[in-house]
């Protein structure tokens, strides 16, 4: 297989965008991206874009062919993925099959969602087709109460504490400040965390990831021509994918995910390092307790201790592991296409040494984790600086 690497990305702010629209997003982090990777529309061979809900959110489909109408790029091939919130990680593992397999030279990935134009209810009912429709959501289980079934058991058989859930978005919302495409920039204190509304008990409002609108856009490239555009090509090591059931009722287990868990086992094994040789991830923290989950299904802490490492700090920038840096789900915002995209495109500007006050110091491995649902899809890229 040939190998591949980012070239470059492109990101709208995250956050609630009624001046702009959905195509708008498209065009803005599309150009964006173009712009970084130093390459014009006509050295693209295909798209691939990852969006969940456009259906339900906005009453519009077949996304492939509008991105491609909106870029100026007809008649490229142009395919939407959907895959719920791991749509835009599922995006990329095709874009780079596509450039592995031969097919292509250089394609674009891209990831959109627009979540605000409807109420915080309905988006919820969308959002809860990503679970089982007929066992949990039509029983009234939206996402946050799922994810706080997870935890309950986790602090049950664990003894992770709340407090130590709410410290990853204290973390999370730390890293954000310096983000300027970030949703939520002002930092927050445990006591706030703490004190907020509950939602779906244990998980209270800063718990949670928020409803946002945002795109992101990466440019893929086989790695034996990417230094023909860009001088620091981020090259992707590893791309693996796996899947669980959709209800939570049938997995082993309500403190692990193991579609995470093999994934990353596949990632690592393609990469050929290990949990220790990586220097930065974006972890899928829809919620507090999936950020626990991922850092310890990923293998960068024993099952079990995710509560305890993030309490001692070793998920902080510049730590054991600089977990979610961009402000992640948390903070940066969660437009749940785009997210898995987004992810990718913090890795690429990290390894590239772009990050600014949030740069990891001489980063030289990065890992992308994206999760589908509760659990049923998840998707985890390995990447490393060239
Ligand atoms: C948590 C949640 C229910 C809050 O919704 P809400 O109570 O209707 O909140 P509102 O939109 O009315 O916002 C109220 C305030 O809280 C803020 N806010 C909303 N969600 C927030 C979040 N997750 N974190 C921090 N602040 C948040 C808003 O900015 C607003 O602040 P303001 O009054 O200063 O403008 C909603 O964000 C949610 O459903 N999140 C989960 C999304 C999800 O399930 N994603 C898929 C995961 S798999």
């Not at 007929?134 to 996402?143: K, P, Q, R, V, Y």
């Not at 997870?150 to 130590?164: D, F, I, N, P, S």
């Not at 730390?174 to 779906?200: D, K």
Request: aromatic share 6%.
């Amino acid at each position: 297989m040939r190998k591949v690497s980012i070239i470059g990305g492109g990101l709208t702010h995250f956050g609630e965008h009624w001046e702009i629209s959905f195509r708008e997003m498209v065009a803005e982090a599309g150009a964006k991206a173009l712009h970084d990777s130093k390459i014009e529309g006509k050295d693209i061979q295909a798209i691939y874009g990852g969006c969940m809900a456009s259906g339900r959110l906005l009453g519009q489909e077949h996304v492939g062919a509008l991105i491609a109408d909106q870029l100026g790029l007809n008649p490229l091939p142009s395919t939407r993925c959907e895959a719920a919130c791991a749509s835009g990680g599922v995006a990329l593992r095709q874009g780079i099959q596509a450039i592995a397999s031969g097919m292509y030279d250089v394609v674009a990935v891209g990831g959109v969602e627009k979540m605000t134009e409807v109420s915080v209810e309905e988006a919820s009912l969308a959002l809860g087709g990503a679970g089982d429709q007929e066992w949990e959501l039509f029983n009234g289980a939206t996402f946050p109460a799922l994810y706080a079934l997870m935890a309950k058991r986790h602090m049950l058989e664990y003894g992770t504490t709340e407090e130590q859930l709410a410290l990853c978005a204290v973390k999370n919302h730390a890293n954000a400040v310096h983000n300027e495409y970030a949703q939520f920039r002002s930092p927050i204190t445990l006591e706030q965390a703490m004190n907020a509304s509950v939602i779906a008990s244990p998980l209270k409002l800063f718990d949670c990831s928020p409803i946002s609108d945002g795109a992101a856009v990466v440019i893929l490239a086989a790695s034996d021509v990417a230094k023909k555009f860009v001088d620091e090509p981020v090259e992707v090591i590893a791309s693996a994918q796996a899947s669980d059931s959709l209800a939570l009722t049938g997995r082993e287990t309500l403190t692990s995910l193991k579609a995470t868990q093999i994934a990353a086992k596949d990632a690592f094994k393609q990469a050929k390092i290990t949990p220790k040789d990586v220097d930065l991830a974006e972890v899928h923290d829809c919620f507090t307790i999936a950020e626990i989950l991922a850092i310890e299904d990923l293998g960068f802490f024993p099952k079990g201790k995710g509560g305890k490492a993030t309490e001692d700090g070793e998920t902080a920038l510049n730590s054991t592991v600089s977990v979610n840096t961009s402000g992640g789900l948390k903070a940066c915002g969660h437009p749940v296409g785009a997210t898995g995209v987004k992810q990718a495109v913090e890795c690429l500007w990290q390894l590239q040494g772009k990050a600014g006050q949030r740069q990891v110091k001489d980063a030289e491995y990065a890992l992308s984790h994206n999760v589908g649902g509760s659990g049923a899809t998840a998707v985890v890229h390995i990447y490393k600086k060239l």
